[in-house]
């Protein structure tokens, strides 16, 4: 799949038109710099660097827990790391702190993470993640198939070319976290 940046604009404008003011500027600010990921890429790393970019944009629209430090802790748990896409977010800022991003962390130090990733791939982890986290102040993302059944707060899914994502709301108020009501207008499925 390729996407050059001109029938990105236009699916944008399009879309624009039949959306809210404000709806149209959080779609504009999560939409950025997809269009550069996808142009000129193969199908895989294109979808892959746009899941970051989602998970980077959940940073900036979920009221993360402030820490100790300036720093949002975005934690890899397993192997993939959406083949270096996730790497590409360390040191961008997100209301107004500096993105860490750390690879295959360990269980045991998962709960000293502002937002834990879970891939596909490492789908087996996310049970024991979950259970982990219980109800720590802790965003998990996840890509996984059954990712909102098996404790995640926010599901990516691939469909019909092209990424939508899912909030499970019982499991981000059960963690204290809140998400913005305009990201909430542009996902695919809340569960309340």
Known sequence: MYLSTRSFSVILQVAGRWLMPGVRTVLLVLTSGMALAAVAQPAGQAVDRIKAAYVYNFAKFVELPAAD??????????RDDLNGAMQGLNHRMAQGREIQVRKDVPLDQVKDCTMAFVSESDARLLPVVARQLANSPVLLVSDARQAMDQGAHLSLNYNDDRVEFDVNMLNLQKSNIKASSQMLKLARMVIR
């Open 69 to 78: 430090d300036k720093s949002i802790r975005v934690c890899v748990l397993g």
